[in-house]
Nanobody
Framework: QVQLVESGGGSVQAGGSLRLACAASRYRYCMGWFRRAPGKEREAVAVINKDGTARFADSVKGRFTVSRDNAKNTVYLQMNSLKPEDTAMYYC???????????????WGQGTQVTVSS
């Protein structure tokens, strides 16, 4: 079992920045961030493997970065130039799988709310 603890959500005005952090209780090859906005499907925002290879949703490319500290089993999501459409509950996830596809994630955090006002 892997426990994930997220921090860093909150409210910000459009154009602002937030940084999310997620600490895992033990190592997993894949770590990442997903989000679910009201009335929408959950989507993968950014995923990163142990070696630092990352992928991003098209909607956040150029604005969000993801990083991880393997020594601390922690993954970070730096969100810049935030838009109202980024408003969602953000979930940290961890799992294993060569390509870190969404189905490879089998442990989930409780979620942290991000609200961006215009």
């Amino acid at each position: 079992q892997v426990q994930l603890v997220e921090s860093g959500g909150g409210s910000v005005q459009a154009g602002g920045s937030l940084r999310l952090a997620c600490a895992a209780s033990r190592y997993r090859y894949c770590m990442g961030w997903f989000r679910r906005a009201p009335g929408k499907e959950r989507e993968a925002v950014a995923v990163i493997n142990k070696d630092g290879t990352a992928r991003f949703a098209d909607s956040v490319k150029g604005r969000f970065t993801v990083s991880r500290d393997n020594a601390k089993n922690t993954v970070y999501l730096q969100m810049n130039s935030l838009k109202p459409e980024d408003t969602a509950m953000y979930y940290c996830a961890a799992g294993s799988g060569q390509y870190c596809t969404p189905t490879d994630f089998d442990y989930w955090g409780q979620g942290t709310q991000v609200t961006v006002s215009s």
